[in-house]
């Protein structure tokens, strides 16, 4: 497994589903990790199993479509463990609305959360990786960036700028040693998903357009993350990702 013995980290979205998937992993491989969402309570439920596996974490609460809690949430995690050497850009919210149907206040809270807050995070993080020359941006983008999805305009429109922000970035901090990477999921069975999981005819639906006829695991997405957060992918930027059963290659 990759080591990121004295690495730091900050993952967004930690509190549940793929970001906890992932900032476990991180921990696991030996980095400490700073973790951030809305919700305060899981944040410090997984910074006490951190705690008791004998590693180290913190809590960062954040609204990630704030500018000045961005900053606190990377001043925290720098006070805290001297640095910051990774950043995984996770935290997402969906809207399932028809686009004519869909206000312009839900749409901007899609755009302001998938997408602003990407831009905001690696801004604030990006500082410390370029001035130290080295580090790693991990976006988590969607299949759904790569293919039309019904009701799902502001979803996708957002993470296809993941993608876009993503190639971007790599080109502007490679000479900088910084990568960023993406990695752009299908369905996994997430609390995210929780609804749809719990409608039958709704699952069969989504089975039948995946060639694995089945949802990843969370735990599926640990390796690929490491990859592009270690050291193996020192000469891999502006990269995606698909992980997704095969949905995008029918």
Known sequence: M???????????????????AMAEALA??????????????QLDEFVAEQQRAGREA?????????PEAVERMVAATVERFGRVDILVNNSGIVATTALLDQEPDEWDRVI????RGVYLATRAVGRHLVAQK???VVNIASNFALQGVSHHAAYSASKAGVIAFTRSMAIEWAR??????????GYFATDLNSGLRADGDATDKVLRAIPARRMGEPAEI???LLLLAGPE???MTGEHIVLDGGQTVR
Do not use: M, Y
């Open 176 to 185: 900088h040693g910084v990568q960023v990477n993406a990695i752009a999921p």
């Open 134 to 136: 080295s580090g790693k």
């Open 28 to 41: 696991e491989a030996g980095a400490k990790v700073a973790v951030a969402a809305r919700t305060a309570e």
């Open 2 to 20: 990759t080591s990121l013995q004295g690495t730091v980290a900050i993952v967004t979205g930690a509190g549940r589903g793929l970001g906890r």
């Open 58 to 66: 913190l809590a960062c609460p954040t609204d990630i479509t704030d």
């Open 233 to 235: 992918s020192d000469f």
């Open 222 to 224: 640990k390796p690929w």
């Open 112 to 115: 302001a959360t998938n997408l």
